[in-house]
């Protein structure tokens, strides 16, 4: 089975950036892997994902402030923040799932701890 390990998460100033790692094992094909935060009191939202090789795609939130990227040999996802702001604060979570990426939470497979994101004013 799929393991996840997220790092990186930190309190930062807001329009501060922050990087976010998310270490895969036992990956060995095509994958989709995705970020997922939750605020306090919030449900959970996807930030955005990567199916493989396919282009990385974000929520409209997060579109152009943050950026995902995936080293495929060492099977870590990236998810580089920039222009942070305080609603960005949340546990932000990195999930995987065999193939094409799920349409909903739920139906991934494996997920991290998470990782918490604070950003104050």
């Known amino acids: 089975q799929v393991q996840l390990e997220e790092s990186g998460g930190d309190s930062v100033q807001a329009g501060g950036s922050l990087r976010l790692s998310c270490a895969a094992r036992?990956?060995?094909?095509?994958?989709?892997m995705s970020w997922f935060r939750q605020a306090p009191g919030k449900e959970r939202e996807e930030v955005g994902g990567k199916e493989g090789e396919d282009s990385p795609f974000y929520a409209e939130s997060v579109k152009g402030r943050f950026t995902i990227s995936k080293d495929n040999a060492k099977n870590i996802l990236y998810l580089q923040m920039n222009g942070l702001k305080p609603e960005d604060t949340a546990m932000y979570y990195c999930?995987?799932?065999?193939?094409?990426?799920?349409?909903?939470?739920?139906?991934?497979?494996?997920w991290g701890q998470g990782t918490q994101v604070t950003v104050s004013s």
């Open positions: 999930a995987a799932s065999y193939g094409y990426c799920p349409k909903y939470q739920d139906d991934y497979t494996s």
């Open positions: 036992n990956m060995y094909s095509r994958y989709c």
